[in-house]
């Protein structure tokens, strides 16, 4: 390679690390706040903001969802698999929203310790399967023999 | 340089002659668009007819069908750009610096198509149309780096210097693209994570990923059809006042 090749390709090499680098610094500071939402375990540990709005981010727990009187007021419990918060919402819930799913809160905590939301947003996973495939990953061992009904 | 075969090394230089290039292209557009066809035709019944409907969303997955595609599309042709930035910039190389300018307009229709169709899904399935979070922020900001890529190109008289100038924009906007890979994991993200590109075995059932995949293809193939027909034209633009073009034109029926 000739010295002046050489030499443009060391200039471009640098600029595009020093860039990477202070785009890795910049990411780095401003971390918290390129999370979309707080788990339960945080909220439950006093690090999510008190008197704000926040997105609380967690699995709807099985069996928890109820809703008290007749109106569209929701009562469910978030998990991350280590703290629980319990939620609670008034208005239309998205298609994907069900027990086992995961599902973002925008709201703010009330004195008592329940996150009052003003909108649930439902996260899809990354999994796609057809539901014959669904339910049998349910029952993995289904019987196959003398089941005839 | 030492280590690639003479044969190799002779096709490169080759390619980097305009009216080689060109006499190229013209050759190989036939069986590319026949290879098109056939990918996109097979993809769509395949993604639209055959793949079974998603256990949890019904019908409505089928736009992984264009969105998956035109994202990795997206990322795709920023880092031929950038590729081809850095060897305008080193050999100074007009082919590069015409495949880079020819590239994007084509990655910013994807980043488009991209956003458009993941709002659309978002929707019914998220409950949002739009929401800030670092996937769908970093993707949002590969648009603006595509479009001002093309408007920085445009506002630059001498298409040598512009090329140049292109060429750095892309080259420091290449931070972005690892940044849009790996957001759903450094960050919490409505988002969800990578189905395909992780090294577990991918979490997407095999007859809905065959036909995902022919699409990627088609979109592949679809891409370099599209940029090659551009590097045509900004060819003959480039060089207009040279023998080949000249003869180019008159025998195209121009001028």
Redesign the interface.
Known sequence: ?KPA?KQ??LL?SL??AG??LA?AFA?KSF?DN??????PKDVVEGKAPKDALFRL?GMVVNGSVERPGNGMTVRFKLTDYEKEVMVEYTGI????FREGQGI?AHGRLNPQGVFVAE?????????????????SLKQPETPTTGQAQ | ?FLVPDAVVRFFHRMASPPHFYAFTERLMPWLTVIFTLLIVAGLYGGLYLA??????GDS?RI?YIHVPAAWMSLFIYVVMAITG?IG???RMKLAEVILISSAPIGASFTFLALVTGSLWGK?????WW????RLTSELILLFLYLGVIGLYGAIDDKRSASRAVA?LA??G??NIP?IHYSVE?????H????VTKMDKP???V??LTPLLLMALAFKVYYVIAMMLRAQVELLQRERNSQWAKAKALEEGGL
Do not use: C
């Open positions: 390679m090749r443009r390709l471009i600029m595009v860039a990477g785009t990411l971390n390129l999370m979309y939402f707080f788990p981010g819930l998205p298609d994907l973002v909108e649930v947003l439902a996260k899809h996973d990354e999994n796609y399967m057809p539901p014959e495939v669904k339910a | 340089m079974p409907a998603d256990y949890q969303q997955y992984i850095g910039l080193i050999w019914p399935m998220w409950g949002a929401v800030w979070d670092a750095i080259l420091v290449v931070v940044i450094w960050w919490n993200t409505l969800q994570g990578p189905t979490s997407i059932h007859s809905m």
